[in-house]
């Protein structure tokens, strides 16, 4: 019911934009949180934004200035715009939604099937 999209190789310094889109969900309604994970480690959570058009948003200390979630509840979308991009950034991407805002997994009930993010010069 999400799918996540617009991941791809950048170099270092690039930018991308990761886009979460829904079918049978208003996600207005959720909390979003794009996770991300590297092989072999924990999904991590990098940002979430809250209820409704003016959701709080949150990030990780490591891309707060560089990374951009938001909301397009016309389109029923959410973005994550990634710039600056680093090598430790490189990770599948994905979008989660669900009723509470929490960095856990456990806590969301609906997954995009990921997104691969590749920072490599």
């Not at 934004?49 to 949150?58: E, K, L, M, N």
């Amino acid at each position: 019911q999400l799918q996540a999209s617009g991941g791809g190789s950048v170099q270092p310094g690039g930018s991308l934009r990761l886009s979460c889109a829904a079918s049978g969900l208003t996600l207005e309604r959720y909390v979003i949180t794009w996770f991300r994970q590297v092989s072999g480690k924990e999904r991590e959570a990098v940002s979430t934004i809250g209820f409704g058009p003016d959701g709080q948003t949150y990030y990780i200390d490591s891309v707060r200035g560089r990374f951009t979630i938001s909301r397009d509840n016309a389109k029923n979308m959410v973005y994550l715009r990634m710039t600056s991009l680093k090598p430790e950034d490189t990770a599948v991407y994905f979008c989660a939604a669900g009723g509470q805002i929490s960095t856990y997994p456990i806590a969301y009930d609906y997954w995009g099937q990921g997104t691969l993010v590749t920072v490599s010069s």
